[in-house]
């Protein structure tokens, strides 16, 4: 199963950002896709998750500030970051499975992950 994430980089504190994730097609219809992070010294962390039915699930620290979505067309997760603050400098990485695996594991093979840097 191919899980391709980008569109991090680089951007001061208040900015925003896009992230992609590419699912391959026969994995994209039938599972959840979560959008997590891990930051240097920390534990990774589910940062928000998108289901089949397109209902989503955020962790308290982005609520208001992310947003998941799903193109079925393109196989494609997306994570919009606004509000975007120093503390969200992490790797970000995507994932795939059912409601339960996907926030407590066990958890398919990671990819590369994108790493985002806000400055403040």
């Known amino acids: 199963v191919q899980l391709q994430a980008s569109g991090g980089g680089l951007v001061q504190a208040g900015g925003s950002l896009r992230l992609s994730c590419v699912v391959s097609?026969?994995?994209?219809?039938?599972?959840?896709i979560g959008w997590y992070r891990q930051a240097p010294g920390k534990q990774r962390e589910l940062v928000a998750a998108i289901y089949s039915d397109s209902s989503t699930h955020y962790a308290d620290s982005v609520k208001g500030r992310f947003t998941i979505s799903r193109d079925n067309a393109k196989n494609t997760v997306y994570l919009r970051m606004n509000s975007l603050k120093p503390e969200d400098t992490a790797v970000y990485l995507c994932n795939f499975g059912s409601q339960v695996t996907i926030q407590h594991g066990p958890f398919h093979s990671w990819g590369q992950g994108t790493l985002v840097t806000v400055s403040s």
């Open positions: 097609r026969s994995t994209f219809s039938n599972n959840a």
